[in-house]
């Protein structure tokens, strides 16, 4: 995907440089976190079916991955600095409309022009900091990167409850995107001021046709399962679903055949690649749907407040915090052990936190659900650093960077489609009812991330047995 066979010139502001690119990093992902929280505040406002809150959450990560990729080679073909500008400008326009949407069609439509414009901004991210800093001096910002992310993991639901719940500015939910504004307009300052310009010294054409394939391929997915609930599953929703297939025939073969692929196709000669790629996608189906079941279970169903309900969540950066280091450890003796050990964990805490969802019903306390979710913090802590070392083990180091974005892409389909089938789930079982019959949906519909955390751990037994050397971090992975 990106290549770094180029004259590197060390800029003389490389740390507020990096300050900048660092900021955009956690704009990103605390926006990726920051809706759901808040999700069926929105909802109420907006008067927007669930459906509708769906694609308002699931847009965003859908278009991310869509244009990830893409995104990387834009910055090799026209200039790293000129498309992070390009990428950070738009996300801070997209954040302003969000703000100021008065319906659902709208706010829709700017979240996924923010997913557009996080793909130009976030690869920029990596690339940008493998241009400032020497091999030998790379330690200390990519430790950065990772405290960053914990940190944004952390205070986004926390943001966005505290702006909700205490009404900052008169805004209600909407200050959760208008916040991204003065965090923008410091990135673009910055990065105008101190970051340098570079690209490939050999620049990759853009793969157009597999561009317009793979884009065509996830809608017809997508949509069907978005909206077929609230359209009674016609006909027409699983002849579009079935037609995905076909079109991805049609991208793999535009890959096999063009000169400048996306997604070069050597890459999966690695059995323990596709291996990974299929355990991330089934992994990340039951991460982010796991909140938005309990945020509307506890808010809508139980009326509990959206502090309260972003508190039972936190637990679950501490618990990454807490055993992340285990992982490092152990990555290049035993990292397999460790990713099936951590995926075991989570599927335990998620079986016990439906266990004490059912036994304690409505009358349900916040230690019933924060704990479980300790507990899942700490099974993700075991797999979360190691991960994406551990899957691209067998990959040749002259693909390790095209790997590294795959993964990615993977990582961001997983998500919306997650929220996409467990929210069709959810909101099939709960009935189009509010008050109790949602909390009393949740169990039963969270079944299946423990399936999936399950499936994924056994799907780690193929993986290789340890990690290579860090090369750096793909972003969630």
């Given amino acids: 995907m990106t290549t770094f066979a180029e004259v590197r010139t060390v800029p003389s ?33 907006l008067r927007a079916g669930f459906a509708a809150a ?22 090799d073909v026209f200039g790293r600095k000129r498309i992070f500008l390009i990428g950070v400008a738009g996300f801070t326009l997209a954040s302003v409309v969000c703000g100021a949407a008065g319906g659902p069609v709208v706010l829709i439509v ?20 493998m241009v400032m800093f020497e091999p030998e001096n790379r330690a200390k910002p990519f430790a950065l990167y990772g405290i960053v992310l914990s940190v944004a993991n952390i205070s986004g639901p926390l943001l966005g409850a505290v702006l909700a719940e205490y009404n900052v500015f008169g805004l209600h939910w909407r200050a959760i995107f208008y916040v991204n504004v003065p965090i923008g307009l410091f990135a673009l300052l910055g990065a105008a001021r101190y970051m340098p310009e570079s690209r490939s010294e050999h620049p990759l054409k853009l793969d157009l046709p597999g561009i317009v394939l793979v884009g065509l391929a996830s809608f017809a997915l997508m949509f069907p399962l978005i909206q077929g609930r609230e359209a009674g599953w016609p006909a027409w929703t699983f002849v579009m679903m079935a037609t995905a297939l076909p079109i991805l025939g049609l991208f793999a073969l535009s890959q096999r055949r063009g000169s400048s692929p996306l997604v070069p196709l050597s890459l999966f000669s690695a059995p323990s690649f596709v291996v990974g790629l299929i355990m991330l996608l089934v992994l990340f189906t039951g991460l982010a749907s796991l909140f938005l079941v ?50 075991l964990v989570m599927t335990v805490g998620m079986v016990a936190l439906i266990a004490l969802m059912n036994v304690h019903g409505s009358d349900v306390s916040y230690p019933v659900i924060a704990l479980p979710v300790l507990g899942m913090g700490l099974g993700m802590g075991l ?16 693909s390790a ?21 467990v929210g069709t789930v959810f909101f099939s079982l709960a009935g189009g009812r509010g008050g109790e019959s949602l909390y009393s949906a949740a169990p039963t519909t969270l079944w ?16 290789p047995r340890a990690a290579r050397a860090p090369r750096g971090h793909a972003r969630g992975a």
């Fill in 448 to 463: 299946y991330n423990a399936a999936a955390f399950f499936v994924a751990a056994l799907l780690a037994s193929l993986l």
């Fill in 110 to 129: 700017a979240r996924l022009l923010q997913g557009v414009m996080a793909a130009l901004m976030v690869p920029q991210v990596f690339s940008i900091i």
């Fill in 383 to 398: 797999c979360v650093p190691i991960l994406t070392n551990v899957i691209v083990a067998d990959v040749p180091a002259g």
């Fill in 401 to 421: 960077g095209a790997a590294s974005g795959v993964l990615n892409a993977v990582l961001q389909l997983g998500t919306a489609a997650g929220i996409a089938l």
């Fill in 13 to 45: 502001h490389r740390w507020p440089a990096l300050s900048v690119v660092l900021t955009a990093a956690f704009m990103d992902l605390v926006d990726g976190t920051i809706v759901s929280i808040v999700l069926p505040r929105i909802q109420s406002d």
């Fill in 294 to 343: 309990l945020n509307y279970g506890l808010q809508l169903g139980l009326g509990w407040s959206v502090i309260a309900t972003a508190l039972t969540g936190i637990g679950w950066p501490i618990g990454i915090t807490m055993t992340s280091g285990i992982a490092q450890r152990f990555a290049t003796t035993h990292g397999r052990f460790m990713i099936r050990a951590g995926l």
């Fill in 54 to 75: 769906q694609w308002i959450l699931a847009g965003y990560s859908l278009t991310f991955a869509l244009m990830l990729i893409t995104g990387g080679r834009l910055g």
